[in-house]
């Protein structure tokens, strides 16, 4: 059987990464990461792009058997992402993230008027085992969310080694509070949409 990798960011796609049309089916050419709700779920150029995806050098190393600088895998992505579909057509014709449900669940964050949280412009999607955090919520230690799910989110430095954590989905919006790797998880928001 044939490896098939996202169109967009080069990612092995397996039946359970794959991205979503807007009717909810699933979609054979883009990961989850790069395309829900039959849309991009950001606006990059490949470079960006680029600089984005390089972030996860450790993963390709590990999965590859390699030891890529950053640097060096960027050379990697550069040379493969221009055979990508996404990356074949003219910078004026890329299509863009227009999510309705992005667009919505930022103005709903930033409606929230936490504290201390700057206003968010962009939500990004991110696996549930990536950001599902353990709270104490009356002396029980409690994950509230589904480490299989995808969650349009971000994650806000606020300095003091500390961080706003926000995971949203149509039912759903979360904010916490953290510290590095996500210690001492505070819940800060837990909103029925």
């Known amino acids: 059987m044939e490896q098939k990798f996202c169109q967009s960011c080069g990612m ?28 991009f779920t950001g606006d990059f150029t490949m470079e960006e792009m680029v600089e984005f995806c390089s972030q996860f050098v450790e993963e ?7 030891c890529l600088s950053r640097e060096a895998y960027k050379e990697v992505l550069r040379q493969y992402y221009p055979n990508l579909k996404r990356w074949q057509l003219p910078a004026d014709q890329l299509p863009h993230a227009t999510s309705p449900i992005k667009k919505q669940l930022i103005d709903e964050v930033n409606a929230l008027g936490i504290k201390g949280l700057p206003k968010i412009e962009n939500l990004f999607v991110l696996q549930g085992s990536f950001v599902n955090m353990e709270y104490t919520v009356n002396g029980n230690k409690v994950k509230l969310l589904d480490d299989n799910a995808t969650y349009w989110g971000t994650q806000v430095e606020i300095g003091n080694d500390r961080c706003f954590g926000i995971a949203c989905d149509e039912h759903y919006i979360l904010v916490s509070e953290y510290g590095k790797d996500g210690a001492d998880a505070e819940l800060m928001v837990l909103k029925k949409r």
């Not at 991205?19 to 054979?28: L, R, S």
């Not at 390709?60 to 390699?66: F, R």
């Open 60 to 66: 390709y190393n590990k999965n590859t058997g390699q």
């Open 12 to 39: 092995p796609l397996t039946p359970e990464i794959l991205g979503t049309n807007a009717d909810g089916t699933k979609n054979e050419e883009y990961c989850i990461y790069c395309y829900k709700d039959g849309c």
